[in-house]
């Protein structure tokens, strides 16, 4: 279950990164339910 956690966050991270490359200043804001929905 935590891997998918990481792998979650990981790709949620790179999402972030490259819109920060491309110019666009995002958060991406993480609800719990989206989270323990993953872990399922």
């Given at each position: 279950?935590?891997?998918?956690?990481?792998?979650?966050?990981?790709?949620?991270?790179?999402?972030?990164?490259?819109?920060?490359?491309?110019?666009?200043?995002?958060?991406i804001p993480i609800?719990?339910?989206?989270?323990?929905?993953?872990?399922r």
């Amino acid at each position: 279950m935590h891997a998918r956690r990481r792998c979650l966050y990981d790709h949620l991270q790179q999402l972030q990164d490259l819109l920060e490359r491309t110019g666009i200043d995002a958060q991406i804001p993480i609800d719990d339910a989206a989270v323990a929905a993953v872990e399922r």
